[in-house]
């Protein structure tokens, strides 16, 4: 299976993004994927937002140094929380080899989104400063409540370029941690050369990416919520439970949170006719039964069952 943490894994809303608070809270998650790992085939993704804003935010306090790019940014973040949770879960899993591999995910260097950014990155600015680093840097910017932020191309993910790697590090037993806030991006050149790119993959359509390319049975989203609603924040809101990708894909979600959750386990389950579901951390184990959080499958079949060792 492959379990997708949510950026609240590592920073929860209104939490400081400082080592003590991120140890922390990869403890608890840990321990959830740890339960898993024991009976079950596991690779880790996760979130990386938290951590690429306070990157973002360090590189600009080096007045000196010109701000690095965010294929940079993400990578450092992989590898920030790579060793966090990679630290955290050989201790938990003694007989277990664990290995955090920084990954790349290409993209088409002409995806629509490049010619039209929407995804937020770094921090907030008064339009006068948003404006004039928008014409010295090239930066698209956009409204940001009050103030004003870059925004960047959230292009789709198209293939993993460690994925024979991934491969093999799972047939010999190995849990991996891998894929981390989307991947870093990158082009294929003229030359069929990799080039990192300045953009932001979604994190879960990279995870069902990568749940589709290794064969996975199961794609678990853990996050903050128990399951998806429908008709959320209005007096008709109700818990989904047990339901298709069809149904799923005729329910309008927020576009900045639960929107990419279900099309990443709708684009999952139509291409393995696996269980994707989403729900909260906490009921890791439960999910993985059928018993919690939003069970998404392909032609409406229960959630399969899961023994042990299987």
Not at 3 to 30: E, K, Y
Not at 59 to 65: N, T, W
Not at 149 to 169: D, F, G, H, N
Not at 219 to 227: A, H, R
């Amino acid at each position: 299976m492959v379990v997708a943490l949510g950026g609240n894994a590592l920073v929860r809303r209104g939490q400081d993004a400082d080592a003590a608070t991120q140890r922390a809270n990869v403890a608890t998650a840990v321990t959830a994927i740890a339960e898993l790992a024991h009976d079950h085939e596991v690779v880790v993704t996760h979130g990386n937002g938290p951590q690429v804003g306070l990157l973002a935010l360090q590189s600009e306090a080096l007045h000196q140094v010109a701000p690095y790019p965010l294929d940079m940014l993400g990578a450092e973040s992989e590898g920030l929380i790579g060793y966090l949770l990679e630290q955290q879960l050989t201790n938990e899993l003694t007989e277990r080899h664990v290995v955090t591999l920084l990954t790349q995910v290409i993209v088409d260097a002409d995806d629509p989104a490049f010619a039209k950014p929407t995804k937020p990155i770094g921090p907030v600015y008064d339009q006068h400063t948003a404006t004039r680093l928008a014409a010295e840097r090239g930066w698209s910017i956009a409204p940001d409540g009050e103030h004003y932020r870059r925004v960047v191309a959230s292009p789709e993910p198209r293939s993993i370029v460690e994925l024979a790697a991934l491969r093999l590090l799972v047939h010999f037993g190995v849990l991996v941690i891998c894929v981390g806030g989307g991947g870093i991006p990158v082009v294929v050149d003229e030359h069929h050369r990799l080039r990192g790119v300045e953009a932001v993959i979604d994190k879960d359509l990279s995870a069902a990416l990568l749940a589709t390319q290794l064969d996975a049975e199961t794609l678990l989203m853990l996050t903050d919520v128990p399951f998806a609603q429908a008709d959320w924040r209005t007096p008709r809101a109700r818990p989904l439970t047990h339901v298709t990708a069809a149904e799923l894909r005729a329910i309008s979600f927020a576009a900045g949170s639960m929107a990419p959750k279900v099309e990443a386990a709708c684009r999952f389950v139509e291409a393995t006719h696996g269980t994707a579901a989403i729900g909260a951390l906490r009921d890791a184990t439960a999910l993985l039964r059928g018993d919690r959080g939003t069970q998404v499958t392909a032609d409406g079949a229960g959630p399969p069952v899961h023994p042990a060792n299987s």
